[in-house]
Protein backbone atom coordinates (compact mmCIF):
# COMPACT_ATOMS: atom_id res chain seq x y z
CA UNK A 1 0.00 0.00 0.00
CA UNK A 2 1.41 3.97 -0.94
CA UNK A 3 1.46 5.44 2.33
CA UNK A 4 0.64 9.10 2.26
CA UNK A 5 3.25 11.96 2.99
CA UNK A 6 2.41 15.22 4.92
CA UNK A 7 2.61 17.02 1.67
CA UNK A 8 0.10 14.88 -0.24
CA UNK A 9 -2.62 15.97 2.75
CA UNK A 10 -4.73 18.88 3.20
CA UNK A 11 -4.61 20.84 6.09
CA UNK A 12 -6.30 19.48 9.37
CA UNK A 13 -6.84 15.87 7.71
CA UNK A 14 -5.62 12.85 10.51
CA UNK A 15 -3.55 10.05 8.96
CA UNK A 16 -5.65 8.12 10.76
CA UNK A 17 -8.84 8.62 8.62
CA UNK A 18 -6.72 7.93 5.40
CA UNK A 19 -5.57 4.52 7.29
CA UNK A 20 -9.38 3.67 8.33
CA UNK A 21 -7.84 0.55 10.00
CA UNK A 22 -8.34 1.69 13.53
CA UNK A 23 -6.88 -1.17 15.53
CA UNK A 24 -3.61 -0.66 14.04
CA UNK A 25 -0.67 0.26 16.33
CA UNK A 26 -0.30 4.41 16.67
CA UNK A 27 2.83 4.41 14.51
CA UNK A 28 1.93 3.25 11.26
CA UNK A 29 -0.56 6.43 11.26
CA UNK A 30 3.05 8.31 11.71
CA UNK A 31 4.63 10.45 8.41
CA UNK A 32 7.86 8.81 6.93
CA UNK A 33 9.71 12.60 7.53
CA UNK A 34 8.81 16.16 8.98
CA UNK A 35 10.98 19.04 8.52
CA UNK A 36 12.56 21.62 10.87
CA UNK A 37 11.47 24.17 8.07
CA UNK A 38 9.83 24.59 4.88
CA UNK A 39 10.52 27.94 3.32
CA UNK A 40 8.86 26.47 -0.18
CA UNK A 41 5.83 25.85 0.96
CA UNK A 42 5.16 29.93 1.81
CA UNK A 43 6.53 30.63 -1.41
CA UNK A 44 4.69 28.80 -3.25
CA UNK A 45 1.27 30.28 -2.45
CA UNK A 46 3.52 34.09 -3.75
CA UNK A 47 5.60 32.69 -6.39
CA UNK A 48 3.92 35.11 -9.08
CA UNK A 49 3.58 38.23 -6.88
CA UNK A 50 7.36 37.66 -5.31
CA UNK A 51 8.19 37.05 -9.25
CA UNK A 52 6.61 40.71 -10.36
CA UNK A 53 7.92 42.33 -8.00
CA UNK A 54 11.05 41.43 -8.34
CA UNK A 55 10.70 42.11 -11.78
CA UNK A 56 9.33 46.00 -10.86
CA UNK A 57 12.66 46.58 -9.41
CA UNK A 58 14.64 45.24 -12.08
CA UNK A 59 12.88 47.37 -14.43
CA UNK A 60 12.94 50.28 -11.97
CA UNK A 61 16.85 50.11 -12.28
CA UNK A 62 16.64 51.67 -8.20
CA UNK A 63 18.29 48.65 -6.31
CA UNK A 64 19.32 50.32 -3.09
CA UNK A 65 17.30 52.15 -1.25
CA UNK A 66 14.61 52.57 -3.72
CA UNK A 67 11.06 53.46 -3.57
CA UNK A 68 10.07 49.92 -2.12
CA UNK A 69 12.43 50.32 0.93
CA UNK A 70 10.67 53.59 1.58
CA UNK A 71 7.46 51.84 1.18
CA UNK A 72 8.18 48.83 3.32
CA UNK A 73 9.31 51.31 6.20
CA UNK A 74 6.12 53.17 6.20
CA UNK A 75 4.29 49.50 6.35
CA UNK A 76 6.10 48.64 8.96
CA UNK A 77 5.76 51.64 10.98
CA UNK A 78 1.87 50.97 10.69
CA UNK A 79 2.53 47.53 11.62
CA UNK A 80 4.44 48.12 14.89
CA UNK A 81 2.42 51.22 15.69
CA UNK A 82 5.83 52.99 15.79
CA UNK A 83 7.03 56.35 14.50
CA UNK A 84 10.29 54.97 12.76
CA UNK A 85 11.77 52.24 11.09
CA UNK A 86 15.06 52.31 9.79
CA UNK A 87 15.81 49.12 7.39
CA UNK A 88 19.60 47.54 7.24
CA UNK A 89 21.57 44.93 5.74
CA UNK A 90 20.97 42.46 8.46
CA UNK A 91 19.93 42.23 11.48
CA UNK A 92 23.29 42.02 12.82
CA UNK A 93 24.28 45.22 11.81
CA UNK A 94 20.47 46.36 13.21
CA UNK A 95 22.17 45.47 16.53
CA UNK A 96 25.45 47.56 15.97
CA UNK A 97 23.82 50.61 14.31
CA UNK A 98 21.45 50.45 17.66
CA UNK A 99 24.65 51.09 20.11
CA UNK A 100 26.36 52.89 17.46
CA UNK A 101 23.74 55.47 17.15
CA UNK A 102 23.35 55.49 21.61
CA UNK A 103 27.35 56.43 21.68
CA UNK A 104 28.64 53.01 22.88
CA UNK A 105 32.69 53.01 23.08
CA UNK A 106 35.70 51.09 24.06
CA UNK A 107 35.65 49.93 27.68
CA UNK A 108 31.70 50.62 28.03
CA UNK A 109 30.04 47.78 28.95
CA UNK A 110 26.37 46.29 27.85
CA UNK A 111 23.98 44.09 29.95
CA UNK A 112 22.76 40.92 27.71
CA UNK A 113 21.76 37.55 28.30
CA UNK A 114 24.48 34.62 27.72
CA UNK A 115 21.48 32.63 26.19
CA UNK A 116 21.09 33.92 22.53
CA UNK A 117 22.35 33.79 18.83
CA UNK A 118 26.08 35.58 18.52
CA UNK A 119 25.15 38.47 16.98
CA UNK A 120 23.91 39.97 20.24
CA UNK A 121 27.46 39.69 21.91
CA UNK A 122 29.33 40.43 18.77
CA UNK A 123 27.28 44.61 18.18
CA UNK A 124 29.12 44.92 21.31
CA UNK A 125 32.67 43.63 21.10
CA UNK A 126 33.13 45.03 17.58
CA UNK A 127 33.09 48.46 19.53
CA UNK A 128 35.29 47.45 21.55
CA UNK A 129 32.94 47.73 24.67
CA UNK A 130 32.23 44.79 27.25
CA UNK A 131 29.76 42.35 27.23
CA UNK A 132 28.04 41.76 30.55
CA UNK A 133 26.34 38.19 30.24
CA UNK A 134 23.41 37.61 32.54
CA UNK A 135 21.28 34.57 33.45
CA UNK A 136 18.13 33.86 32.18
CA UNK A 137 14.68 33.15 34.09
CA UNK A 138 14.36 29.16 33.40
CA UNK A 139 10.48 28.69 32.66
CA UNK A 140 11.17 31.29 29.70
CA UNK A 141 14.16 31.60 28.72
CA UNK A 142 14.53 34.85 28.38
CA UNK A 143 17.22 37.70 30.29
CA UNK A 144 16.56 37.09 34.46
CA UNK A 145 15.62 41.45 35.34
CA UNK A 146 17.13 40.33 39.08
CA UNK A 147 20.10 39.31 37.47
CA UNK A 148 20.74 42.18 35.03
CA UNK A 149 20.02 44.65 38.36
CA UNK A 150 22.71 42.76 39.84
CA UNK A 151 25.40 43.58 37.08
CA UNK A 152 24.83 47.35 36.56
CA UNK A 153 27.86 48.60 37.35
CA UNK A 154 29.60 52.39 36.93
CA UNK A 155 30.78 51.78 33.76
CA UNK A 156 27.39 49.78 32.10
CA UNK A 157 26.01 51.78 29.08
CA UNK A 158 22.73 49.96 27.80
CA UNK A 159 20.99 47.07 28.77
CA UNK A 160 20.24 44.81 25.63
CA UNK A 161 17.10 42.15 26.34
CA UNK A 162 16.21 39.51 23.66
CA UNK A 163 12.78 38.97 23.17
CA UNK A 164 13.63 35.20 22.44
CA UNK A 165 11.85 32.31 20.62
CA UNK A 166 9.04 34.88 20.07
CA UNK A 167 8.45 35.78 23.49
CA UNK A 168 8.84 39.47 25.05
CA UNK A 169 11.12 39.62 27.92
CA UNK A 170 9.36 41.11 30.93
CA UNK A 171 9.81 44.46 30.83
CA UNK A 172 7.71 45.16 33.49
CA UNK A 173 10.66 44.81 35.56
CA UNK A 174 13.23 45.80 33.38
CA UNK A 175 12.51 49.06 32.11
CA UNK A 176 12.03 50.34 35.93
CA UNK A 177 15.45 48.87 36.22
CA UNK A 178 16.92 50.76 33.20
CA UNK A 179 15.28 54.06 34.01
CA UNK A 180 16.48 54.16 37.77
CA UNK A 181 20.38 53.71 36.55
CA UNK A 182 19.99 55.94 33.41
CA UNK A 183 20.42 53.80 31.07
CA UNK A 184 18.92 53.11 27.37
CA UNK A 185 17.12 49.42 26.47
CA UNK A 186 17.99 48.29 23.07
CA UNK A 187 15.43 45.29 22.24
CA UNK A 188 16.70 42.60 20.66
CA UNK A 189 13.86 41.60 18.56
CA UNK A 190 15.22 39.56 15.85
CA UNK A 191 12.66 36.47 16.63
CA UNK A 192 9.93 38.82 17.84
CA UNK A 193 8.38 40.85 15.11
CA UNK A 194 4.26 41.40 15.96
CA UNK A 195 5.20 40.29 19.85
CA UNK A 196 3.11 42.65 22.14
CA UNK A 197 3.57 43.05 26.02
CA UNK A 198 0.52 44.87 27.18
CA UNK A 199 -0.65 45.92 23.68
CA UNK A 200 2.41 47.47 22.49
CA UNK A 201 4.56 45.74 20.23
CA UNK A 202 8.10 45.01 20.85
CA UNK A 203 10.82 47.13 19.26
CA UNK A 204 8.65 50.18 20.28
CA UNK A 205 9.13 49.39 24.35
CA UNK A 206 12.71 50.58 25.00
CA UNK A 207 14.95 53.29 23.04
CA UNK A 208 15.13 51.21 19.88
CA UNK A 209 14.27 48.02 18.46
CA UNK A 210 16.32 45.77 16.38
CA UNK A 211 14.73 42.84 13.61
CA UNK A 212 16.07 40.49 11.33
CA UNK A 213 14.89 39.39 7.67
CA UNK A 214 16.92 36.47 7.97
CA UNK A 215 14.66 34.11 6.18
CA UNK A 216 13.54 31.39 8.64
CA UNK A 217 12.19 34.72 10.54
CA UNK A 218 8.92 35.13 10.96
CA UNK A 219 9.19 37.75 8.21
CA UNK A 220 12.00 36.39 6.33
CA UNK A 221 13.35 37.65 2.88
CA UNK A 222 15.40 35.90 0.32
CA UNK A 223 18.29 36.77 1.35
CA UNK A 224 19.96 38.85 4.96
CA UNK A 225 18.06 42.35 5.66
CA UNK A 226 16.89 43.93 8.90
CA UNK A 227 15.41 47.35 10.32
CA UNK A 228 15.30 49.12 13.10
CA UNK A 229 12.56 50.63 15.22
CA UNK A 230 12.60 54.00 17.59
CA UNK A 231 10.28 56.23 19.17
CA UNK A 232 12.96 58.49 19.27
CA UNK A 233 13.33 61.08 16.71
CA UNK A 234 17.25 61.88 18.09
CA UNK A 235 17.64 58.40 17.35
CA UNK A 236 16.28 57.96 13.83
CA UNK A 237 18.09 61.00 12.70
CA UNK A 238 21.08 58.84 14.09
CA UNK A 239 20.40 55.30 12.41
CA UNK A 240 19.77 57.37 9.07
CA UNK A 241 23.25 58.69 8.64
CA UNK A 242 24.80 56.01 10.31
CA UNK A 243 23.82 53.14 7.71
CA UNK A 244 24.93 55.23 4.72
CA UNK A 245 28.92 56.06 5.83
CA UNK A 246 27.67 58.89 7.99
CA UNK A 247 27.42 60.65 4.47
CA UNK A 248 24.36 63.75 4.11
CA UNK A 249 24.97 65.33 2.03
CA UNK A 250 26.66 63.48 -0.96
CA UNK A 251 29.71 62.49 -0.16
CA UNK A 252 30.52 64.75 2.84
CA UNK A 253 30.71 63.38 6.14
CA UNK A 254 29.63 64.27 9.70
CA UNK A 255 30.45 61.07 11.41
CA UNK A 256 31.96 57.21 10.53
CA UNK A 257 28.88 55.10 9.77
CA UNK A 258 29.07 51.63 8.13
CA UNK A 259 27.20 50.66 4.88
CA UNK A 260 24.09 48.95 6.19
CA UNK A 261 21.47 49.49 2.96
CA UNK A 262 18.64 47.13 2.55
CA UNK A 263 18.45 46.14 -1.11
CA UNK A 264 15.35 47.02 -2.88
CA UNK A 265 14.60 43.80 -3.80
CA UNK A 266 15.11 42.21 -0.82
CA UNK A 267 12.44 45.34 0.91
CA UNK A 268 9.74 44.59 -2.86
CA UNK A 269 9.40 40.83 -1.23
CA UNK A 270 9.39 41.83 2.09
CA UNK A 271 6.51 44.17 0.47
CA UNK A 272 4.39 40.75 -0.75
CA UNK A 273 4.72 39.01 2.76
CA UNK A 274 4.28 41.82 5.20
CA UNK A 275 0.10 41.52 4.81
CA UNK A 276 0.46 37.69 5.31
CA UNK A 277 2.38 38.15 8.27
CA UNK A 278 -0.65 38.28 10.94
CA UNK A 279 -2.18 35.01 9.84
CA UNK A 280 1.12 33.28 10.12
CA UNK A 281 1.69 34.14 13.32
CA UNK A 282 -2.21 33.04 14.02
CA UNK A 283 -1.23 29.81 12.83
CA UNK A 284 2.04 29.37 14.67
CA UNK A 285 -0.04 30.15 18.04
CA UNK A 286 -2.28 27.28 16.72
CA UNK A 287 0.22 24.74 16.11
CA UNK A 288 1.75 25.62 19.67
CA UNK A 289 -1.22 25.17 21.01
CA UNK A 290 -2.01 21.89 19.24
CA UNK A 291 1.53 20.68 20.01
CA UNK A 292 0.87 21.38 23.94
CA UNK A 293 -2.85 19.03 23.50
CA UNK A 294 -0.79 16.43 21.80
CA UNK A 295 2.04 16.26 24.66
CA UNK A 296 -0.90 15.97 27.41
CA UNK A 297 -2.35 13.22 25.42
CA UNK A 298 0.53 11.24 25.44
CA UNK A 299 1.06 11.72 28.94
CA UNK A 300 4.60 13.00 28.32
CA UNK A 301 4.35 15.97 31.17
CA UNK A 302 6.88 13.53 33.30
CA UNK A 303 9.85 13.45 30.39
CA UNK A 304 9.63 16.51 28.83
CA UNK A 305 9.14 20.27 30.10
CA UNK A 306 6.56 22.27 27.41
CA UNK A 307 7.03 26.11 26.92
CA UNK A 308 3.55 28.36 27.76
CA UNK A 309 1.99 31.26 26.31
CA UNK A 310 2.83 34.67 27.64
CA UNK A 311 -0.64 36.21 29.06
CA UNK A 312 1.28 39.43 29.40
CA UNK A 313 1.10 39.62 25.58
CA UNK A 314 1.49 37.75 22.42
CA UNK A 315 3.85 35.02 21.94
CA UNK A 316 4.56 34.97 18.44
CA UNK A 317 6.72 31.49 18.69
CA UNK A 318 9.62 31.83 16.26
CA UNK A 319 10.70 28.40 17.73
CA UNK A 320 8.81 26.08 19.79
CA UNK A 321 11.43 24.60 22.56
CA UNK A 322 10.90 21.51 24.55
CA UNK A 323 13.17 20.93 27.63
CA UNK A 324 14.31 17.12 27.85
CA UNK A 325 16.15 16.78 31.42
CA UNK A 326 18.13 14.13 32.89
CA UNK A 327 20.66 13.88 29.93
CA UNK A 328 18.68 12.78 27.73
CA UNK A 329 18.50 15.81 25.11
CA UNK A 330 20.60 14.60 22.61
CA UNK A 331 19.50 10.67 22.75
CA UNK A 332 15.94 12.00 21.70
CA UNK A 333 17.28 14.20 19.16
CA UNK A 334 19.55 11.29 17.86
CA UNK A 335 16.15 9.26 17.72
CA UNK A 336 14.09 12.10 15.99
CA UNK A 337 17.10 12.53 13.19
CA UNK A 338 16.91 8.95 12.51
CA UNK A 339 12.89 8.86 12.24
CA UNK A 340 13.48 12.18 9.49
CA UNK A 341 12.03 14.61 12.08
CA UNK A 342 13.77 17.59 12.19
CA UNK A 343 14.82 19.62 15.09
CA UNK A 344 17.84 22.09 16.22
CA UNK A 345 19.61 23.05 19.29
CA UNK A 346 19.54 26.74 19.98
CA UNK A 347 21.85 27.14 21.55
CA UNK A 348 24.19 24.24 22.29
CA UNK A 349 26.80 26.33 23.93
CA UNK A 350 26.42 29.53 25.97
CA UNK A 351 28.04 33.10 24.47
CA UNK A 352 29.95 33.26 27.96
CA UNK A 353 31.58 29.56 27.34
CA UNK A 354 31.98 30.93 23.69
CA UNK A 355 35.98 30.43 23.35
CA UNK A 356 36.51 33.67 21.64
CA UNK A 357 35.08 35.05 25.10
CA UNK A 358 37.65 33.34 27.26
CA UNK A 359 39.68 36.56 28.05
CA UNK A 360 36.96 37.95 29.34
CA UNK A 361 37.43 35.20 32.83
CA UNK A 362 33.88 33.44 32.61
CA UNK A 363 33.93 30.28 33.65
CA UNK A 364 31.11 26.59 34.14
CA UNK A 365 28.57 27.51 36.53
CA UNK A 366 28.87 31.53 36.43
CA UNK A 367 25.51 31.28 34.85
CA UNK A 368 23.24 28.13 36.03
CA UNK A 369 20.31 28.64 34.45
CA UNK A 370 21.95 29.19 30.98
CA UNK A 371 23.91 26.15 30.95
CA UNK A 372 21.16 24.36 31.67
CA UNK A 373 19.11 25.60 29.13
CA UNK A 374 21.97 25.05 26.84
CA UNK A 375 22.14 21.04 27.94
CA UNK A 376 18.27 20.37 28.01
CA UNK A 377 16.83 22.29 25.31
CA UNK A 378 15.76 21.14 21.89
CA UNK A 379 13.65 23.08 19.12
CA UNK A 380 10.67 21.39 17.65
CA UNK A 381 8.97 22.37 13.93
CA UNK A 382 6.69 24.93 14.50
CA UNK A 383 6.34 26.91 10.71
CA UNK A 384 3.37 28.51 9.78
CA UNK A 385 2.03 25.52 7.30
CA UNK A 386 2.79 22.77 9.66
CA UNK A 387 0.24 20.24 9.08
CA UNK A 388 -1.52 18.54 12.20
CA UNK A 389 -0.63 15.46 10.68
CA UNK A 390 2.81 16.14 10.92
CA UNK A 391 2.74 17.78 14.71
CA UNK A 392 1.13 14.11 15.50
CA UNK A 393 4.34 12.77 14.25
CA UNK A 394 6.24 14.97 15.82
CA UNK A 395 5.31 13.98 19.24
CA UNK A 396 4.63 10.70 18.70
CA UNK A 397 8.24 10.02 17.71
CA UNK A 398 8.92 11.45 20.82
CA UNK A 399 6.91 9.50 22.65
CA UNK A 400 8.58 6.24 21.29
CA UNK A 401 11.57 7.37 22.76
CA UNK A 402 9.99 7.90 26.01
CA UNK A 403 8.19 4.13 25.44
CA UNK A 404 4.76 5.73 25.55
CA UNK A 405 3.49 5.54 22.30
CA UNK A 406 -0.34 5.48 22.38
CA UNK A 407 -2.14 8.76 22.85
CA UNK A 408 -5.74 9.44 24.24
CA UNK A 409 -8.39 10.55 22.12
CA UNK A 410 -6.97 13.19 20.18
CA UNK A 411 -8.78 16.90 20.25
CA UNK A 412 -5.45 18.85 19.54
CA UNK A 413 -7.19 19.90 15.84
CA UNK A 414 -10.07 21.41 17.69
CA UNK A 415 -8.11 22.72 20.40
CA UNK A 416 -5.14 24.24 17.69
CA UNK A 417 -8.32 25.73 15.67
CA UNK A 418 -10.02 27.36 19.08
CA UNK A 419 -6.49 28.66 19.86
CA UNK A 420 -6.26 30.68 16.85
CA UNK A 421 -9.20 32.00 16.98
CA UNK A 422 -8.80 33.77 20.18
CA UNK A 423 -5.00 34.52 19.57
CA UNK A 424 -5.91 37.19 16.94
CA UNK A 425 -4.35 40.31 18.51
CA UNK A 426 -1.94 41.81 15.80
CA UNK A 427 -3.20 44.37 13.14
CA UNK A 428 -6.19 43.25 11.73
CA UNK A 429 -5.87 44.92 8.10
CA UNK A 430 -3.44 41.74 6.98
CA UNK A 431 -4.72 38.16 4.57
CA UNK A 432 -4.59 34.58 4.38
CA UNK A 433 -2.55 32.30 2.50
CA UNK A 434 -2.17 28.45 1.62
CA UNK A 435 0.86 27.16 0.68
CA UNK A 436 2.57 23.36 0.35
CA UNK A 437 6.00 22.41 -0.02
CA UNK A 438 9.12 20.45 1.44
CA UNK A 439 11.20 21.21 3.94
CA UNK A 440 14.29 23.86 3.38
CA UNK A 441 17.67 23.45 6.11
CA UNK A 442 18.54 26.80 6.87
CA UNK A 443 19.28 27.53 10.16
CA UNK A 444 20.28 31.08 12.59
Given at each position: ??????????????????????????????????????????????????????????????????????????????????????????????????????????GDEVILPSYTFFATASAVTRLGAVPIFADIDPITYLIDPADVERKI??????????????????????????????????EDAAQSILSTWHGNCSGALGDVGCFSFYPTKNLGGIGDGGFLTTTRDDIAASLKLLRVHGMEPRYYHQVVG?????????????????????????????????YMELFSQYDLEHHVVVPGDEPRGRHVWNQFVIRVSDGRRDALRAHLTKCNVGTEIYYPVPLHLQKCFEPLGWRTGDLPATERAADETLALPIFPELEPAEQRTVVGRIAE????????????????????????????????MKAVGRADDVRC
Open positions: MIRPSASMLPANTSLKTVNSTDDRPEAESLLPSVGLLALDRQYAGLREEIRMAIERVCDSGRFILGPDVHELECELARALRVPHVISCASGSDALLLALLALGIKVSQRTRAIMPVHLFGRTANMDALLPIARAAGLPVVINSRLDSIQAAVLRVKLPHLNDWTTARQSNAARFFGTPTPRRSTADATGSASAAQATNGPHFLRR
